[in-house]
């Protein structure tokens, strides 16, 4: 007997009318609304990652200062120019400080430096990677030289 009255209990309160009318004191109407339907090409946020790496310049001014290891390097632009692509983090919390370029006969040595931004003083850092790149000049075309990381001693 139990078990039928709760049975019932619980068919009556999962049990309600959605577009017609119910008898008793409880009962409101509210109209109904047509679904919110949003189209792919209308702003639909996403997952994906960005089609590239975030291209930045070095801002000379951060704070604690350290060599960090370039992934990828390409000349472009004849070789007179080189390409560096890296994993960082969010700015104003990880910008690109400076690059060293010193080069030889033999080889050209990019060292790659980040810190802090000022602007970074009083705030929470998310930690998340994020790909970055930057181009530079080279004194003369890099031929057969070898790229070398500096960050890698």
Do not use: F, H
């Not at 604690?64 to 919390?93: D, F, H, I, M, Y």
């Not at 033999?106 to 430096?113: A, C, D, F, P, S």
């Amino acid at each position: 007997m139990t078990t039928t009255l709760l049975a019932g209990l619980v068919l009556a309160a999962g049990c309600g009318t959605q577009g017609g009318s119910s008898a008793g004191p409880a009962a409101t109407s509210t109209p109904e609304r047509p679904p919110v339907v949003s189209s792919p090409a209308a702003g639909t946020p996403s997952t994906a990652p960005p089609s590239g790496p975030e291209t930045v310049k070095p801002e000379g001014d951060a704070v604690n200062v350290r060599e960090v290891r370039w992934t990828k390097a390409e000349p472009v632009s004849g070789g007179r120019k080189v390409r560096l692509t890296w994993w960082s983090g969010v700015a104003p919390c990880t910008v690109l400080d400076r690059v060293s370029v010193k080069e030889t006969a033999k080889n050209v040595t990019i060292t790659l430096y980040e810190g802090s931004s000022p602007k970074a003083r009083d705030m929470s850092c998310i930690m998340i990677a994020v790909e970055k790149t930057t181009t530079v000049d080279l004194d003369k075309a890099l031929g057969k030289r070898k790229l070398v990381d500096g960050a890698k001693r």
